[in-house]
């Protein structure tokens, strides 16, 4: 498997989105992966919350201007196998700046090319920001899948709608064709209520096996872990957000596999059979 990016995107927020972003990356380490962590939402919510702060230069943005190269502003955590790229307030003015340059959508996906081309990392997640910007398009032009966070609240379908349509006229442009929902994840969930459960049951009806197996309850512990700059897996390895995460990271690992044999197997189908060899006299025309 080469390097896989992936946006975890939805344009509604409190939704779980950089929570998610944030623990699945640390719980893809530790299964032995190695992740890039991009911020791209301004809030810089993803930063504080691996314990980063916020650097003056030290985001994409430059990166985005083809002003710099991404790979000159990864940081180290102090997590192993977990880089970033921070977010910082420069980045609040790429939204305006990216617009008026050409190719405008393509700017992350060319930032980012020379480190998926290098192999250095299995996983690059991008956090987006919660709306559907120039940010937001650009993370999407450049991943492969999009990965999905909804609350298991009313209205949950509507952002998934919204991000269908979109994922569909990025195919029809020709900007990323290829970009597929990499799998939906129903986040905030109380298996107390009715409501949780009618939620999952409704999308499931809607997407079938696109959404994940592992639901992310609503808890104490997870709420707390960003105030501590720490992933949930680092601040309490045995409670139950860090439980389901660690879930979710073995579900998106699976996922990639099964994806990758598929692409290989219908690779394989479609290249025809090398030609018989001829024999040493028939070749020699004797």
Request: one cysteine or more; glycine letters at 6%; proline letters at 5%.
């Given at each position: 498997?080469?390097?896989r990016?992936?946006a975890?995107?939805?344009?509604k927020g409190?939704?779980?989105?950089t929570t998610t972003?944030?623990n699945l990356?640390?719980c893809l380490?530790?299964?032995?992966k190695?992740?890039?962590?991009?911020?791209?939402?301004?809030?810089?919510?993803?930063?504080?919350?691996v314990?980063l702060?916020?650097?003056?230069e030290?985001?994409?943005y430059?990166?985005?201007?083809?002003d710099?190269?991404?790979r000159?502003v990864?940081q180290a955590t102090e997590y192993k196998?977990?880089?970033m790229?921070a977010?910082e307030?420069?980045l609040?003015?790429?939204?305006v700046d990216i617009?008026?340059?050409?190719n405008?959508l393509?700017?992350?996906?060319?930032?980012l090319?020379?480190?998926?081309?290098a192999?250095?990392?299995?996983?690059i997640?991008i956090?987006?920001?919660?709306?559907l910007?120039?940010l937001?398009?650009?993370?999407?032009?450049?991943?492969?899948?999009?990965?999905i966070?909804?609350q298991c609240e009313?209205y949950?379908?509507e952002g998934l709608t919204?991000?269908?349509?979109?994922?569909?006229?990025l195919?029809q442009s020709?900007?990323?064709?290829?970009?597929?929902?990499?799998g939906i994840?129903m986040?905030?969930?109380?298996m107390?209520?009715?409501?949780?459960?009618?939620?999952?049951?409704?999308?499931s009806?809607?997407?079938?096996?696109?959404i994940?197996?592992t639901?992310?309850?609503r808890?104490?512990?997870?709420?707390?872990?960003?105030?501590?700059?720490?992933?949930?897996?680092?601040?309490?390895?045995?409670?139950?957000?860090?439980?389901?995460?660690l879930?979710?990271a073995?579900?998106v690992i699976?996922r990639?596999k099964?994806?990758?044999?598929?692409?290989?197997a219908?690779?394989?189908?479609?290249t025809p059979?090398?030609?018989p060899?001829?024999s040493?006299?028939?070749?020699?025309?004797?």
């Amino acid at each position: 498997m080469g390097t896989r990016i992936i946006a975890i995107a939805n344009q509604k927020g409190g939704v779980g989105k950089t929570t998610t972003t944030v623990n699945l990356a640390a719980c893809l380490t530790v299964l032995k992966k190695n992740v890039l962590l991009i911020d791209l939402d301004p809030q810089a919510n993803a930063t504080s919350g691996v314990g980063l702060e916020k650097t003056p230069e030290m985001s994409i943005y430059k990166a985005l201007l083809e002003d710099g190269r991404a790979r000159d502003v990864i940081q180290a955590t102090e997590y192993k196998r977990l880089d970033m790229i921070a977010s910082e307030l420069d980045l609040a003015g790429a939204e305006v700046d990216i617009a008026r340059t050409d190719n405008y959508l393509h700017r992350l996906r060319n930032a980012l090319a020379d480190l998926k081309n290098a192999g250095l990392y299995d996983f690059i997640l991008i956090d987006c920001p919660p709306s559907l910007g120039i940010l937001t398009m650009n993370a999407l032009t450049a991943a492969h899948s999009v990965l999905i966070p909804i609350q298991c609240e009313y209205y949950a379908l509507e952002g998934l709608t919204i991000m269908t349509e979109i994922i569909r006229k990025l195919h029809q442009s020709g900007a990323n064709p290829e970009l597929d929902i990499e799998g939906i994840v129903m986040t905030m969930y109380d298996m107390r209520t009715n409501l949780s459960q009618a939620v999952v049951q409704e999308v499931s009806q809607h997407f079938g096996d696109k959404i994940y197996e592992t639901l992310i309850p609503r808890t104490v512990r997870l709420s707390e872990a960003p105030s501590f700059g720490k992933p949930i897996i680092a601040y309490d390895s045995r409670s139950t957000g860090a439980v389901a995460y660690l879930q979710l990271a073995k579900e998106v690992i699976a996922r990639c596999k099964a994806e990758d044999a598929r692409a290989a197997a219908e690779e394989s189908a479609s290249t025809p059979p090398p030609a018989p060899a001829l024999s040493p006299e028939v070749s020699s025309g004797v």
